[in-house]
């Protein structure tokens, strides 16, 4: 087995007397797709916030490897969720939303350019004097942003207007933009929300190949059970809160926990 990039360990999240998640440990693997699912309620975004900091966990740990070693990034303070901090939440970690959050009135090469400026956060006044390390800066920033485009295969729309973008290109407009930072790892929230079944095969494929050949570690919440099953090499489910299965798409497939969790009965009925 490769290398975990995203460890969970006995984490814990309540607001007041709710505990939305209780205990949860599971881990992502380098370079491949693990998927948390689970019936509504389980607990699925409150752990993606908690991981990519817009919560702060009431208890346990999340650590973030990396080259630099390990990085414990639990114990970090939420921040503030201000204009443009969803594009670049903690160092590492990029995220896409259930509900895209493009800039729609800029163009789609503009998405990425923003994306990265927050991430690097060059200075004004290197800007202002338009230095030599700026302008290699922002020349590396367009190369990448069009290289993403390549890959998302939306190079033929990087001058429309990213609102007018059908509402699949979108998508990967996200995904481009978060790819752009250079994420270790990237965590996408119902990716597949909204799309038609075309647009869907077409997700399936793009995120196999930030795997496959970007050796990128994904991370994705999604309902669409037929998208989780092709694409996901390990699967967590969650269920009031809690990992009631964790292994392989087969493993958790015919695990009668998670069936009688999706049903909404007991365990035994289904073994019955
Ligand atoms: N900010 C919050 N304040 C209070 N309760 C919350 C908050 N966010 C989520 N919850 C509760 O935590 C539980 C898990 O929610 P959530 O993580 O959104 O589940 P899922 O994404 O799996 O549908 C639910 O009972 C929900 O009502
Ligand atoms: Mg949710």
């Given at each position: 087995m490769n290398a975990a990039i995203l460890e969970v360990q006995n984490v814990s999240m309540r607001f007041g007397g709710i505990v939305a998640n209780r205990n949860v440990s599971f881990s992502a693997e380098k370079g491949a797709v693990t998927a948390l699912i689970g019936p509504n309620g389980a607990g699925k975004t409150t752990m993606f916030n908690c991981i990519t900091g817009f919560y702060r966990a009431s208890e346990g740990r999340i650590v973030l490897n990396g080259k630099d070693g390990a990085q414990d990034i639990g114990d970090l303070a939420t921040r503030p969720i201000t204009g443009g901090s969803h594009l670049v939440t903690r160092a590492g970690i990029a995220r896409t939303f259930q509900n895209i959050r493009l800039f729609?009135?800029?163009s789609v090469v503009e998405n990425l350019l923003v994306a990265q400026h927050l991430a690097t956060r060059n200075g004004i006044l290197s800007g202002v004097l338009r230095t030599p390390a700026f302008r290699r800066a922002e020349r590396e920033a367009i190369d990448r942003a069009y290289y993403w485009l390549e890959q998302m295969s939306l190079a033929d729309d990087?001058?429309?207007?990213?609102?007018?973008?059908p509402y699949g290109r979108q998508r990967r407009l996200e995904i481009a933009r978060a790819m752009c930072t250079g994420p270790r790892l990237i965590c996408l929230d119902e990716p597949a929300a909204g799309l038609n079944p075309s647009e869907t095969r077409d997700l399936a494929e793009v995120i196999q190949r930030l795997c496959k050949e970007h050796g990128q570690t994904v991370l994705v919440i999604e309902h669409d059970m037929g998208l989780v099953m092709r694409i996901s090499n390990h699967i967590v489910v969650l269920d009031h809160g809690e990992v009631i299965s964790d292994g392989t798409p087969d493993h958790v497939a015919n695990d009668p926990a998670v069936v009688a969790a999706y049903l909404g009965v007991s365990e035994e009925e289904v073994r019955a």
């Open positions: 729609r009135e800029m990087a001058n429309r207007l990213a609102g007018e973008l």
